[in-house]
């Protein structure tokens, strides 16, 4: 996956504005507008409380914050684009005219992302990696967004019904390069585009291990590299208990990808791993910038 004269990215160019990356990674604040995800699903169903809590996103250190009105939990169900636009759009909207921070659109639906991005968000976050709508290309060059590219084996309700790879790094990595290639082939330029390799989404506890682990050999692609890691599974599968709280190993996932280069984390407490990345960066100071090996 080495693409000559390619290193660690340094920043995102969005339409309005480019976030810059440092030792620190941006955190993508979560927003889930919907009633059924894993971890917050109902919470902020209700359009005023989904705003509320991006503003607290705001003020606890979000960069970026991800609005979604359809959950991509294992076996969840498809929403209609009506429905999602429904969700999201007055959240969206709301946002708009009371941060600055640039506001991403969690969608594979071209039309959801359309009209997202006239309402003002920037990023559309798609965990198809614009394979779930053939229009979405046309969105992204008419419009000029920013996109992240996800890894994902089969969909929301398949994909952890066996998730098998022979490698699962190289063959990630492989389906990232070759979904950029395609969008940089349309016309969309390698600096608004981010990779994410799908923590969760057709993996087992093994394959999310070894992804985060080697994460670093992902920069040699040349985008920024965003990981959503908050609260998965995995961490209970680790730890061996389901009901346990899982904010401690997101924080710890937090600072051994911080210790990797990785620019952007998605996560729901942004508080907590904000502060953790504060004290990092601090007493690792001195420290190379970022450790890629």
């Known amino acids: 996956m ?34 059924d ?57 709301e946002l708009s005219q009371k941060t600055s921070l640039p506001i991403s659109i969690d969608t594979h639906k071209a039309e959801v992302a359309r009209e997202a991005i006239a309402a003002g968000a920037q990023i559309v976050n798609d965990v198809t ?16 967004a920013a996109v992240c590219l996800m890894h994902m084996q089969g969909t929301p309700q398949t994909m952890q019904d066996n998730p098998v790879y022979q490698n699962v790094v190289a063959e990630v990595a492989g389906f ?28 087992r506890l093994e394959h999310n291990l070894m992804l985060l682990r080697e994460i670093d050999r992902f920069h040699s692609l040349g985008c920024a590299i965003l990981v959503g890691h908050s609260r998965k599974r995995f961490i209970a599968e680790l730890i061996g208990d389901f ?28 508080g907590a791993v904000a502060q953790a990345l504060r004290v990092f960066e601090a007493v690792t100071e001195g420290d190379p910038s970022p450790v890629v090996e």
Not at 38 to 61: I, K, T
Not at 134 to 143: A, N, W
Not at 176 to 203: C, H, M, N, T, Y
Request: one cysteine or more.
């Open 176 to 203: 990232l390069e070759e979904r950029l290639r395609i969008v940089q082939s349309a016309g969309v330029p390698r600096e608004r585009v981010a990779i994410d390799p799908g923590i969760g989404f057709g993996k």
């Open 2 to 35: 080495d693409l000559p004269g390619v290193s660690r990215a340094m920043c995102w160019r969005l339409p309005r504005t480019h976030l810059e990356f440092g030792r620190r990674p941006l955190l993508m604040g979560i927003v889930n507008v919907t009633p």
């Open 243 to 270: 009901s346990a709280d899982r904010l401690p190993g997101t924080v710890a996932v937090a600072l051994a990808l911080a210790r990797k280069g990785v620019q952007i984390l998605r996560v729901h407490d942004v």
């Open 37 to 93: 995800s894993f971890s917050d699903g109902g919470r902020y169903l209700d359009p005023q409380a989904a705003v509320e809590h991006a503003l607290r996103l705001e003020a606890e250190g979000a960069a970026i914050l991800d609005i979604g009105g359809e959950s991509t939990r294992p076996y969840a169900q498809p929403v209609e684009a009506a429905e999602e636009l429904r969700r999201v759009m007055p959240v969206i909207r």
């Open 129 to 144: 990696a614009l394979r779930g709508d053939s229009r979405m290309i046309e969105v992204l060059l008419e419009t000029g």
